[in-house]
Antibody, heavy 113, light 110 residues
Framework: EVQLVDSGGGLVQPGGSLRLSCATS????????MTWVRQAPGKGLQWVAS????????YYVDSVKGRFTISRDNAKNSLYLQMKGLRVEETAVYYC??????WGQGTLVTVSS | QAGLTQPPSVSKGLGQTATLTCTGN????????AVWLQQNQGHPPKILSD???NRPSGISERVSASRSGNTVSLTITGLQPEDETDYYC???????????FGGGTRLTVL
């Protein structure tokens, strides 16, 4: 069974940083593209970033380029999202996973002063 | 990055059939297909249909997906109260290198 456990969310001030983690099991992580999406309160799903299986290719939504970094540790079957320069409008539940795999339970990031 | 187009809402009666649509272009839906996701309030999205229109294990046989050109459709037969929730489509865009999402359709079962 595919398991994806997101963690690392919390309250952060505008301009602050946060690192999200996603622990995975139940599938061959080293063969899988992985993705972060987010959902602001009452809004739809928004793709944030994706990374290929060996970590050599990374893709980002325009609004986070230069501030967010997606990475993975294939030895630990884990995915990460380093977020810097956070904005109030980036308050959302962040989900790890992929549309070909499934999604974790999400972790809430609140950006507020 | 522009998204995929879904109607904001669809309403059908109990036991009836609902068909939800999602339109993209030849860079995404047209050549990659699309995934359908169901999301209940306060829960993560759940995959109902993969890019090849196949149902993952555990998804009801009342659910089916199809594609015609740049539009994908999700059909749910014999509507039940538990089908009343939000549905999203998503497709990888090969031109811009991004997952696109539709704005979501709220299905109401009357």
């Amino acid at each position: 069974e595919v398991q994806l456990v997101d963690s690392g969310g919390g309250l952060v001030q505008p301009g602050g940083s946060l690192r999200l983690s996603c622990a995975t099991s139940g599938f061959i992580f080293t063969n899988s593209w992985m993705t972060w999406v987010r959902q602001a309160p009452g809004k739809g799903l928004q793709w944030v970033a994706s990374i290929n299986p060996d970590g050599s290719d990374k893709y980002y939504v325009d609004s986070v380029k230069g501030r967010f970094t997606i990475s993975r540790d294939n030895a630990k079957n884990s995915l990460y999202l380093q977020m810097k320069g956070l904005r109030v409008e980036e308050t959302a539940v962040y989900y790890c996973g992929d549309n070909d795999l499934g999604w974790g339970q999400g972790t809430l990031v609140t950006v507020s002063s | 990055q522009a998204g995929l187009t879904q109607p904001p809402s669809v309403s059908k009666g109990l036991g009836q059939t609902a068909t939800l649509t999602c339109t993209g272009n030849s860079n995404n839906v047209g050549n990659q297909g699309a995934v359908w996701l169901q999301q209940n309030q306060g829960h993560p999205p759940k995959i109902l249909s993969d890019r090849d229109n196949n149902r993952p294990s555990g998804i009801s046989e009342r659910v089916s997906a199809s594609r015609s050109g740049n539009t994908v459709s999700l059909t749910i037969t014999g509507l039940q109260p538990e089908d009343e929730t939000d549905y999203y489509c998503s497709a990888w865009d090969t031109n811009i290198g991004a997952w696109l999402f539709g704005g979501g359709t709220r299905l109401t079962v009357l």
